[in-house]
């Protein structure tokens, strides 16, 4: 089903957003939880793990969802700035395409010496035949370049569009990623509860452990 223009925006938005967080190393309580009860214990330290693991993402996502929308703006625009950077790079005449140009031109010269060597009888068998394998990769690779060059032109033509949709509606950006972030903050909220209940029921069913003595008589 095809998604409507606002929905576009909105996962442009969220997109954006995202790139601008800064990925985190994993956290202690994440490393315990997945290394405990190997033994196959009682299941209490995985349990109290877990819950601690809850707690910081509850934590970390209700932080994301009480910012306030200046504070939203501010890296809506951080953001965008990035984009407009990758836009004016990617352009034609940009500095990327300028140095693609370059190196392709330079490529070309290459294969013209390449040629002329993988013929050249001062050269022996081997050594001639490598160069006739430069050359088949080296035009390979030049195809493979132009591909990629003209998929980039049709891909910047369509974050250019997308780029001016979002600056028109910079408002329903702020809504939409507030709404998506209090989504998730209370989705790491049900998982604090449930984490709270399993550490209860570990507790509960540890009363039930028969921890009395073997009667098996000492040999």
Request: no cysteine.
């Amino acid at each position: 089903m095809m998604k409507t223009k606002s929905q576009l925006i909105a996962a442009l938005a969220a997109a954006i957003f995202a790139v601008g967080v800064t990925a985190q190393e994993p956290s202690k309580a994440t490393e315990a939880a997945k290394g405990s009860d190997a033994s196959g214990d009682t299941g209490f330290n995985a349990a109290v793990n877990q819950l601690e693991v809850d707690l910081v993402k509850a934590m970390e996502e209700f932080a994301k969802a009480g910012k306030p929308d200046t504070e939203r703006v501010k890296d809506f625009d951080t953001q965008l700035a990035k984009i407009d950077q990758a836009l004016q790079v990617t352009a034609d005449g940009g500095a990327l395409d300028q140095s693609i140009k370059k190196a392709v031109d330079m490529q070309t010269e290459r294969i013209r010496k390449y040629e002329a060597l993988s013929i050249s009888e001062k050269l022996d068998a081997e050594k001639r035949g490598q160069y006739e394998e430069f050359v088949k990769k080296a035009k390979d690779r030049q195809n493979k370049i132009a591909t990629n060059r003209t998929s980039l032109r049709r891909l910047r033509s369509n974050l250019q569009d997308a780029r001016n949709a979002v600056d028109t509606n910079k408002q329903f950006y702020i809504d939409a990623v507030a709404e998506n972030e209090l989504e998730l903050a209370a989705q790491a909220l049900d998982s604090v509860n449930k984490s709270m209940l399993k550490v209860t029921q570990v507790i509960n069913d540890m009363k039930q452990i028969d921890v009395r003595p073997s009667s098996k008589p000492q040999q």
